[in-house]
Protein backbone atom coordinates (compact mmCIF):
# COMPACT_ATOMS: atom_id res chain seq x y z
CA UNK A 1 0.00 0.00 0.00
CA UNK A 2 1.56 3.07 -1.16
CA UNK A 3 1.78 5.83 1.68
CA UNK A 4 2.64 8.97 1.84
CA UNK A 5 3.47 11.12 5.20
CA UNK A 6 3.89 14.82 5.63
CA UNK A 7 5.47 16.32 8.77
CA UNK A 8 7.26 19.19 9.80
CA UNK A 9 4.64 22.10 9.52
CA UNK A 10 3.52 24.22 12.08
CA UNK A 11 3.84 28.31 13.54
CA UNK A 12 6.75 30.01 12.17
CA UNK A 13 7.72 34.48 11.88
CA UNK A 14 8.00 35.93 9.09
CA UNK A 15 11.22 35.48 7.45
CA UNK A 16 11.78 32.41 9.47
CA UNK A 17 12.31 28.99 8.11
CA UNK A 18 10.75 25.36 8.08
CA UNK A 19 11.79 22.28 7.03
CA UNK A 20 8.85 19.84 5.66
CA UNK A 21 9.11 15.75 5.11
CA UNK A 22 7.58 13.26 3.14
CA UNK A 23 8.24 9.70 4.51
CA UNK A 24 7.22 7.29 1.56
CA UNK A 25 6.50 3.69 1.88
CA UNK A 26 4.80 0.93 -0.40
CA UNK A 27 6.55 1.59 -3.71
CA UNK A 28 10.05 1.83 -4.88
CA UNK A 29 11.05 5.17 -4.33
CA UNK A 30 13.81 5.80 -6.57
CA UNK A 31 11.24 5.10 -9.68
CA UNK A 32 8.74 7.72 -9.40
CA UNK A 33 8.75 11.36 -9.17
CA UNK A 34 8.01 13.53 -6.35
CA UNK A 35 5.82 16.50 -5.94
CA UNK A 36 5.24 19.07 -3.51
CA UNK A 37 1.68 21.51 -3.55
CA UNK A 38 0.15 24.07 -1.64
CA UNK A 39 -3.01 24.72 -0.63
CA UNK A 40 -4.11 28.22 0.91
CA UNK A 41 -6.77 28.32 3.37
CA UNK A 42 -9.64 28.19 1.35
CA UNK A 43 -8.32 28.64 -2.09
CA UNK A 44 -7.42 26.59 -4.99
CA UNK A 45 -4.02 24.21 -5.30
CA UNK A 46 -0.77 25.49 -6.18
CA UNK A 47 2.08 23.68 -7.70
CA UNK A 48 5.33 24.57 -5.51
CA UNK A 49 8.20 22.16 -6.44
CA UNK A 50 9.00 18.75 -7.84
CA UNK A 51 11.72 16.36 -8.13
CA UNK A 52 12.46 13.54 -11.00
CA UNK A 53 12.85 10.08 -9.76
CA UNK A 54 16.44 10.03 -10.07
CA UNK A 55 16.90 13.84 -8.28
CA UNK A 56 18.59 15.39 -10.91
CA UNK A 57 15.87 17.17 -12.43
CA UNK A 58 14.28 19.49 -9.57
CA UNK A 59 12.02 22.61 -10.82
CA UNK A 60 10.07 25.37 -8.57
CA UNK A 61 7.45 27.84 -8.79
CA UNK A 62 8.52 31.44 -9.65
CA UNK A 63 6.61 32.57 -6.37
CA UNK A 64 9.25 30.12 -4.07
CA UNK A 65 12.27 29.90 -6.38
CA UNK A 66 15.21 31.11 -4.28
CA UNK A 67 13.68 30.75 -0.86
CA UNK A 68 12.68 26.54 -1.00
CA UNK A 69 14.73 23.85 -1.72
CA UNK A 70 13.30 20.31 -2.75
CA UNK A 71 15.50 17.23 -1.97
CA UNK A 72 15.06 13.42 -1.68
CA UNK A 73 17.02 10.97 0.16
CA UNK A 74 16.45 7.72 -1.37
CA UNK A 75 17.94 5.91 1.50
CA UNK A 76 15.59 6.89 3.58
CA UNK A 77 12.67 7.01 1.63
CA UNK A 78 12.21 10.59 2.29
CA UNK A 79 11.09 13.85 0.16
CA UNK A 80 12.21 17.09 1.84
CA UNK A 81 11.14 20.49 1.54
CA UNK A 82 13.38 23.12 2.91
CA UNK A 83 11.55 26.36 3.08
CA UNK A 84 13.43 29.39 4.14
CA UNK A 85 12.76 33.68 4.17
CA UNK A 86 9.03 32.77 4.89
CA UNK A 87 6.45 35.32 4.09
CA UNK A 88 2.54 35.29 5.02
CA UNK A 89 1.20 34.16 1.68
CA UNK A 90 3.38 30.80 2.04
CA UNK A 91 0.63 30.40 4.80
CA UNK A 92 -0.67 26.40 3.69
CA UNK A 93 -1.74 23.03 3.43
CA UNK A 94 1.68 21.75 2.05
CA UNK A 95 0.87 18.19 -0.23
CA UNK A 96 3.79 15.64 -0.47
CA UNK A 97 2.20 13.62 -4.22
CA UNK A 98 3.81 10.79 -5.59
CA UNK A 99 3.72 11.10 -9.99
CA UNK A 100 2.48 8.27 -12.04
CA UNK A 101 6.11 8.22 -13.53
CA UNK A 102 9.41 9.34 -13.38
CA UNK A 103 9.60 12.84 -14.73
CA UNK A 104 7.95 16.01 -13.08
CA UNK A 105 5.44 16.27 -15.73
CA UNK A 106 3.74 12.80 -14.99
CA UNK A 107 0.30 13.20 -13.33
CA UNK A 108 0.11 13.27 -9.58
CA UNK A 109 -1.00 9.74 -8.67
CA UNK A 110 -0.97 9.65 -5.32
CA UNK A 111 -1.16 12.85 -2.57
CA UNK A 112 -0.27 12.60 1.55
CA UNK A 113 -2.90 13.79 3.84
CA UNK A 114 -0.89 16.87 4.21
CA UNK A 115 0.95 19.12 6.53
CA UNK A 116 -0.16 23.13 8.08
CA UNK A 117 2.56 25.92 7.72
CA UNK A 118 1.07 28.93 8.82
CA UNK A 119 3.55 31.96 8.64
CA UNK A 120 2.33 34.98 11.29
CA UNK A 121 4.13 36.90 13.95
CA UNK B 1 -4.69 34.03 -11.34
CA UNK B 2 -4.62 30.79 -12.41
CA UNK B 3 -2.88 30.16 -15.67
CA UNK B 4 -5.63 27.61 -16.67
CA UNK B 5 -9.11 28.86 -16.43
CA UNK B 6 -12.07 27.21 -14.82
CA UNK B 7 -15.70 27.81 -14.22
CA UNK B 8 -15.61 28.85 -9.99
CA UNK B 9 -19.22 27.24 -9.66
CA UNK B 10 -21.80 24.25 -11.19
CA UNK B 11 -24.80 23.29 -9.56
CA UNK B 12 -26.62 20.24 -10.49
CA UNK B 13 -29.33 18.35 -9.62
CA UNK B 14 -29.38 14.33 -8.89
CA UNK B 15 -29.06 12.35 -11.97
CA UNK B 16 -28.27 15.05 -14.76
CA UNK B 17 -25.04 16.26 -15.86
CA UNK B 18 -22.28 18.43 -15.78
CA UNK B 19 -19.59 19.49 -17.64
CA UNK B 20 -16.71 21.52 -16.59
CA UNK B 21 -14.26 23.60 -19.03
CA UNK B 22 -11.03 24.16 -18.71
CA UNK B 23 -9.29 26.51 -20.72
CA UNK B 24 -5.19 27.56 -21.46
CA UNK B 25 -3.15 28.08 -23.90
CA UNK B 26 -0.78 26.27 -26.88
CA UNK B 27 2.21 26.43 -24.28
CA UNK B 28 -0.18 24.02 -21.84
CA UNK B 29 -3.72 21.99 -23.35
CA UNK B 30 -2.61 23.22 -26.48
CA UNK B 31 0.54 20.30 -26.69
CA UNK B 32 0.22 18.30 -23.10
CA UNK B 33 -1.14 16.10 -21.15
CA UNK B 34 -4.34 16.92 -19.16
CA UNK B 35 -4.92 15.87 -15.63
CA UNK B 36 -8.12 16.27 -13.64
CA UNK B 37 -8.14 15.75 -9.86
CA UNK B 38 -11.61 15.57 -6.97
CA UNK B 39 -11.02 17.05 -3.45
CA UNK B 40 -13.72 16.80 -1.12
CA UNK B 41 -13.81 18.94 2.06
CA UNK B 42 -10.86 18.32 4.57
CA UNK B 43 -9.36 15.48 2.15
CA UNK B 44 -6.19 15.35 -0.03
CA UNK B 45 -7.02 15.77 -4.04
CA UNK B 46 -7.52 12.60 -5.99
CA UNK B 47 -6.24 11.80 -9.57
CA UNK B 48 -9.04 11.48 -11.24
CA UNK B 49 -8.42 11.75 -14.85
CA UNK B 50 -5.17 11.33 -16.45
CA UNK B 51 -3.18 11.63 -20.14
CA UNK B 52 -6.37 13.65 -21.22
CA UNK B 53 -8.90 10.67 -20.77
CA UNK B 54 -7.79 8.02 -18.57
CA UNK B 55 -9.43 6.94 -15.70
CA UNK B 56 -6.88 5.47 -12.99
CA UNK B 57 -8.37 1.98 -11.25
CA UNK B 58 -11.43 2.75 -9.16
CA UNK B 59 -12.64 5.73 -11.03
CA UNK B 60 -16.44 5.48 -12.11
CA UNK B 61 -17.58 5.49 -15.89
CA UNK B 62 -19.46 8.59 -15.19
CA UNK B 63 -16.41 10.37 -15.40
CA UNK B 64 -15.16 11.24 -18.45
CA UNK B 65 -12.87 13.96 -20.51
CA UNK B 66 -12.01 15.33 -23.59
CA UNK B 67 -9.27 17.96 -24.91
CA UNK B 68 -9.91 20.12 -28.31
CA UNK B 69 -7.05 22.29 -29.13
CA UNK B 70 -6.38 24.53 -26.18
CA UNK B 71 -9.22 23.64 -24.00
CA UNK B 72 -10.17 20.73 -22.23
CA UNK B 73 -13.48 19.36 -20.45
CA UNK B 74 -14.12 16.92 -17.71
CA UNK B 75 -17.84 15.25 -17.97
CA UNK B 76 -19.68 13.60 -14.66
CA UNK B 77 -22.78 11.48 -16.12
CA UNK B 78 -25.86 10.45 -13.42
CA UNK B 79 -24.41 12.96 -10.45
CA UNK B 80 -24.75 11.92 -7.14
CA UNK B 81 -24.75 13.76 -3.57
CA UNK B 82 -21.09 12.03 -2.97
CA UNK B 83 -19.77 13.74 -6.18
CA UNK B 84 -19.80 16.86 -4.06
CA UNK B 85 -16.54 18.13 -4.23
CA UNK B 86 -14.00 20.45 -6.10
CA UNK B 87 -12.57 19.73 -9.26
CA UNK B 88 -9.30 20.70 -10.81
CA UNK B 89 -7.46 20.21 -13.60
CA UNK B 90 -3.92 20.81 -14.47
CA UNK B 91 -1.13 20.39 -17.92
CA UNK B 92 2.43 20.89 -17.81
CA UNK B 93 3.01 24.51 -19.19
CA UNK B 94 6.06 24.30 -21.59
CA UNK B 95 6.49 28.31 -21.04
CA UNK B 96 6.52 28.33 -17.82
CA UNK B 97 8.70 24.93 -17.31
CA UNK B 98 6.32 23.89 -14.86
CA UNK B 99 2.91 22.27 -14.06
CA UNK B 100 0.04 24.54 -13.77
CA UNK B 101 -3.48 24.45 -12.44
CA UNK B 102 -6.82 25.58 -12.95
CA UNK B 103 -8.36 27.46 -10.17
CA UNK B 104 -10.86 24.93 -9.61
CA UNK B 105 -15.11 24.33 -9.95
CA UNK B 106 -16.86 24.09 -6.97
CA UNK B 107 -19.56 21.22 -7.78
CA UNK B 108 -23.29 21.28 -5.92
CA UNK B 109 -25.99 18.99 -5.80
CA UNK B 110 -29.33 20.45 -5.28
Known amino acids: EVKLLESGGGLVQPGGSLKLSCAAS????????LTWVRQPPGKGLEWVSG????????YYADSVKGRFTVSRDDLTQTLYLQMNSLRAEDTAIYYC??????????????WGRGTLVTVSS | QSVLTQPPSASVTPGQSVTISCSGT????????VNWYQQFPGAAPKLLIY???QRPSGVPDRFSASKSGASATLAISGLQSEDEADYYC???????????FGGGTKVTVL
Open chain 1, 97 to 110: AKGLSRGVIAPLHF
Open chain 2, 51 to 53: NDN
Open chain 2, 90 to 100: ASWDDHLHRPV
Open chain 1, 26 to 33: GFTFNDFA
Open chain 1, 51 to 58: ASASGSSL
Open chain 2, 26 to 33: SFNIGSKS
